[in-house]
């Protein structure tokens, strides 16, 4: 089982590019999320699935949209990149419900000059 | 508005002895609680959860955590740190919220760990 991975691990963009992030995951999980990470502000949800076909809003979708065609896969995707998109991303997947923990990919740091 | 809080950014313990990382919380009802750690350069990884029941909550590499409502904490614990513990401990709750089901979790700041040897 390779878990939740992600591509690519690194990135570098200039403003205006656009760019999609793959998070795959081989736990036939329902649930899947995408995170960012920046200092002293822990991990904030971006976006979220609940099945495939299905997406919704997290606390900062602003600048980012997601697609889940295939329940194993959930793409992120920047339309026109900013510094502000400048960050750590994360994405995660659990069996769903409220009391099951995610299981988390390793990470694309993403840099927007 | 429900949040979490990590009072301490970093947690300074010599190895061998007990660790203690906070959290506190601010959400309506009886929330689910959960610690994450995460090593430099990777993901989070699941270290315990507080659905219900024993205030006291066992997880991995040794960890445990105490539930306290009247206090609206969820404590990490260690009794002997090690040095391979250093890492960044996150606080995560995810409120018991009826309208949806998706497992959204609200983190803390996150609290660096470092054991010295």
């Known amino acids: 089982n390779a878990g939740v991975t992600q591509t690519p691990k690194f990135r570098v963009l200039k403003t205006g590019q656009s760019m999609t992030l793959l998070c795959a995951q081989d736990?036939?999980?329902?649930?899947m999320y995408w995170y960012r990470q920046d200092p002293g502000m822990g991990l904030r949800l971006i976006h979220y699935s609940v099945g495939e076909g299905t997406t919704a809003k997290g606390e900062v979708p602003d600048g980012y949209n997601v697609s889940r065609l295939k329940k194993q896969n959930f793409l992120l995707g920047l339309e026109s990149a900013a510094p502000s998109q400048t960050s750590v991303y994360f994405c995660?997947?659990?069996?769903?419900?409220?009391?099951?923990?995610?299981?988390f990919g390793p990470g694309t740091r993403l840099t927007v000059l | 508005a429900q949040s979490v809080a990590q009072p301490e950014d970093q947690v300074n313990v010599a190895e061998g002895n007990p660790l203690t990382v906070k959290c506190t919380y601010s959400v309506s009802g009886n929330p689910y609680l959960f610690w994450y750690v995460q090593y430099p350069n990777r993901g989070l990884q699941f270290l315990l959860k507080y659905i219900t029941g024993d205030n006291l909550v066992k997880g991995s590499y040794g960890f445990e955590a105490e539930f306290n409502k009247s206090q609206t904490s969820f404590h990490l614990k260690k009794p002997s740190a090690l040095v391979s513990d250093s890492a960044l401990y996150f606080c995560a709750v995810r409120p018991p919220d009826g309208s949806s089901n998706t497992g959204k979790l609200i983190f803390g700041q996150g609290t660096t760990l470092q054991v010295k040897p």
């Open positions: 736990m036939n999980h329902e649930y």
């Open positions: 995660a997947s659990s069996y769903g419900g409220i009391i099951n923990e995610q299981f």
